[in-house]
């Protein structure tokens, strides 16, 4: 039985979101979101910030549910470290050091880098 709430999830997918130019299949992100963190973590790197939404459509803890490989001590180190970075983002939006124009951008960047790096994932674009 699946957690995923596919309602919830297409709901997602068909609202518009006015700030960001692209837009999202919330359900294809949720059908392939296991092999996304896997394969992120492995090569230590992040899923864009705009796919943790998909996560509100999931009965539990994601993270829980999934078995993350073992990386070594550098890979845990570069994730940390753009955790980090990705936090200062963050940090720097919400206090309002950063414009709504600059923020969403950010997230479009991500998006389109992850893209880029793992383009066999390109469906999560419509």
């Known amino acids: 039985m699946s957690k995923w709430n596919y309602e919830r999830l297409e709901e997602m997918t068909n609202t518009d979101n006015e700030y960001i130019n692209i837009k999202l299949n919330y359900t294809y992100i949720a059908d392939n979101y296991e092999d996304m963190l896997i394969k992120t973590y492995t090569d230590g790197n992040l899923t864009p910030t705009l796919f943790d939404d998909v996560e509100l459509a999931y009965d539990g803890k994601i993270l829980k549910d999934i078995q993350l490989p073992q990386i070594n001590d550098d890979v845990k180190k570069t994730i940390d470290e753009k955790k980090k ?10 206090s309002r050091d950063m ?19 793992y383009p066999e994932f390109g469906d999560v674009i419509i």
């Open 99 to 117: 414009t709504h124009q600059d923020w969403f951008k950010h997230l479009e960047d991500e998006v389109c880098e992850f893209l880029e790096k």
């Open 85 to 94: 970075a990705r936090k200062v983002v963050e940090l720097k939006h919400f």
